[in-house]
């Protein structure tokens, strides 16, 4: 044992032990039963989705989420099949029906472990793209959000958009003009801002390119209230009810509509990190901005948007199994926990384990998810822990 | 305050413009076009289409499109696509109708919520906190549509009443007061639908608030005094843990519209959600924007309601 060893060893003796942020978040969370238990039930949903996707998937599929047996229709859960009626290869895998069939005759169980994977992906792709929109936009008002925006920036975007309008409107000619305007623009800028930097050329004429508009931090925040006054489902619907349906559509339009959340959490964040020593110092040291905002800010700020995601990842479920119930979903043959209640819904009191055992799955799934996020929550904010 | 009240009219008023446009490329530039709403109807020739492009203005260049349809929307020109009537109208209809089940179910919320999350912060740590935390994340959790079906055979068997639509089909000759009660019946049930999700939430806020007031020193000097615990916390820490929920006055005004699209399409409610769905179906573009317009305009009035009560009740806050 060295010297220092030792000094450190009697300079700690009267202090507490070393513990991680890890081992005393998790000192926390594992306290908490409801959220160990939705913990627990977390993953066994993404084991059972998982599972579900590569039991349904392919030509043949072991659970065949879409065959239909005429002959087998609404039969109870546990209920065996008809050894007369249904072919030998159209037989459910466990001799019965776990779940009952519906009223075409389709195992319910075999529909409701595709629906799992449905579920699971759209949660977690949505959610990925709102944390990703998030970080990127809060990032850049946090961090860059005393930088006011030159009158350049707000042209070339403003042109550019009018471009995208214009192609998405199938005005194809006006919109390569503006391309080009907005090209021309940008190279203008770009060309001009060597110029007067490298040379220190002044051309008056150009200048009003430069005139200061309004920081970057309030062009993002104004976006974000903006787009918090939209009534998220309807919007959500409206967009889905124009698009061509598919599952795709679906996960995007929701993470384009939930990003704001975390924009707020990752900007408050990034302004009190900011003016943190570590920040200094590392700018001090010369690291470049994209590895200060990678490597050192965002780990920093991670928690409150691990939280939020939990809790997003539940409300995506619910909104996905929603627009399913409306009939908006994924498409027809697909199945999904929400359309498997929408098309129970019409025999609820002859056979009521089409719309319970769907409800009943979307509850506990979501249920764990939230439990799950707050239990997070409380483990990773320190100024609730005394409470 | 008359300053801030200008000032943020004006910035309101901008934000106003911008959701306008975005609201309205969304809708117009979706791939498809309402005049293709039903392209197999044989009856719908060239010309029809053509006539029907030129009538709803579907044929001018997008910022045309725009600019009238803002201006028959303030001039009160509006037309629906679908059959025609003047949309302030249809949606007036429609907006007293929703307006019932907002008042019932804010009535609902805010009388439950205040007395449960009250009585959990105060036995923190009891049976009751830790069951009433745990029914209302079951609340947040539980799809409405499932829960709506659950209650509507839970509520026709048990009681035998009818509770889809606005009233019993024939009712109308009836005597006032089974009309009345009628009307009830089909109230409750949509409108406690639509106050779970605010119940959980609310109390659960209400809680946090109490807790965080309970533990300052001016409610231990209270309780010192020998107070009684009745006066300690619904005289001092009520009144103080009130502060924020004053505000959220103007917070709920925007839970007119959204949210209500799946209750009212389930209980066949006659109301605003209901009506944007269907013109969602319909691709009645003048009804969906102008839904979308009256939502923002809630939700900006709304948060200025809030911050001029803030205001008034905490007159530390200057803006």
């Not at chain 1, 779940?99 to 629906?115: E, N, P, S, V, Y």
């Amino acid at each position: 044992m060295s010297v220092k060893d030792r000094d450190i060893k009697e300079l700690s003796e009267g202090l507490a032990g070393e513990v991680s942020r890890f081992s005393e978040a998790w000192g926390i969370f594992s306290k908490n039963k409801l959220a160990l238990s939705g913990l627990a039930i977390f993953i066994a949903f993404f084991m059972i989705a998982v599972s579900g996707f590569f039991l349904t998937a392919g030509e043949e599929p072991l659970l065949d989420p879409a065959k239909v047996r005429l002959s087998e229709k609404l039969l109870r859960p546990f209920t065996s099949f008809d050894v007369e009626m249904v072919r030998p290869e159209d037989r459910p895998v466990f001799g019965i029906y776990l779940f009952g069939t519906d009223d075409l005759g389709r195992d319910i169980f075999a529909r409701m472990m595709q629906g799992a994977w449905v579920s699971l992906t759209v949660g977690f792709v949505a959610v990925g793209i709102s944390i990703a929109i998030g970080i990127i936009m809060g990032g850049i008002a946090g961090y860059y959000g005393m930088y006011r925006m030159k009158f350049m920036h707000l042209l070339c975007m403003f042109i550019f958009l009018a471009s995208g309008i214009m192609y998405a409107s199938a005005e194809n000619g006006g919109a390569f003009i503006m391309f080009m305007a907005g090209t021309v623009c940008l190279l203008l800028s770009v060309g001009y801002y060597f110029f007067y930097t490298r040379r220190g050329a002044d051309i008056p004429v150009f200048r009003f390119m430069f005139f200061e508009t309004i920081t970057a931090d309030s062009f993002i925040m104004r976006f974000v209230d903006i787009m918090l006054c939209f009534p998220t489902f309807f919007l959500i619907l409206t967009v889905i009810a124009l698009l061509p349906a598919n599952i795709y559509n679906i996960m995007i339009v929701i993470g384009l509509t939930s990003w704001m959340g975390t924009t707020r959490f990752i900007r408050a964040e990034f302004l009190s990190l900011r003016e943190q020593d570590f920040v200094a110092a590392a700018r001090v040291m010369g690291i470049s901005d994209f590895s200060i905002i990678f490597r050192h800010m965002i780990p920093n700020a991670i928690a409150p948007v691990l939280v939020s995601a939990t809790i997003g990842i539940a409300g995506a479920i619910l909104t996905e199994a929603g627009l399913s119930f409306l009939g908006f979903g994924v498409p027809p043959p697909h199945a999904t926990w929400g359309n498997v209640l929408s098309d129970g819904k019409r025999f609820i009191f002859d056979a009521p384990w089409l719309t319970f055992i769907p409800g009943i799955s979307i509850l506990v799934v979501v249920l764990s998810f939230n439990l799950f996020g707050e239990g997070l929550r409380e483990a990773l904010n320190p100024k609730l822990r005394k409470r | 305050m008359f300053s801030f009240a200008v000032r943020s009219f004006f910035q309101k008023l901008i934000t106003l413009f911008f959701i306008s446009v975005i609201s309205f490329l969304v809708v117009y530039l979706a791939p498809g076009e309402p005049s293709q709403i039903d392209p197999m109807n044989p009856k719908f020739t060239v010309e029809d289409l053509e006539r029907f492009r030129q009538e709803f203005n579907l044929d001018k260049p997008l910022h045309m499109q725009y600019y009238l349809y803002y201006k028959n929307l303030f001039t009160g020109q509006l037309k629906s696509w679908k059959d025609n009537q003047p949309v302030l109208g249809k949606i007036v209809e429609r907006f007293i109708n929703s307006l019932w089940l907002f008042i019932v179910g804010t009535v609902i919320t805010w009388c439950l919520s205040f007395p449960v999350g009250i009585q959990a912060a105060i036995n923190r740590g009891s049976v009751f906190d830790r069951s009433t935390t745990f029914f209302a994340y079951v609340l947040i959790s539980i799809p409405s549509f499932f829960f709506a079906y659950m209650l509507i055979i839970f509520v026709v068997k048990n009681f035998n009443v009818p509770v889809i639509g606005m009233q019993t089909f024939g009712m109308s000759g009836a005597g006032a007061f089974s009309q009345v009660m009628d009307r009830m019946w089909h109230l409750v049930l949509p409108s406690v639908l639509g106050a779970l999700g605010g119940i959980a939430l609310l109390s659960r806020y209400v809680r946090a608030q109490m807790l965080e007031v309970i533990h300052q020193d001016y409610i231990r000097t209270a309780k010192a005094k020998g107070l009684s615990s009745d006066k300690v916390y619904y005289k001092h820490a009520f009144r103080n843990a009130l502060l924020p929920f004053v505000t959220m006055f103007g917070l709920i005004l925007p839970g007119l519209i959204g949210g209500s699209v799946i209750i009212e399409s389930i209980f066949a409610w006659p109301g605003m959600g209901r009506m944007g769905y269907e013109a969602i179906l319909a691709r009645d573009y003048p009804i969906i924007l102008t839904i979308n317009f009256i939502a923002a305009v809630l939700v900006l009035a709304g948060t200025f309601i809030s911050d001029v009560l803030y205001m008034v009740v905490d007159p530390r806050i200057r803006l």
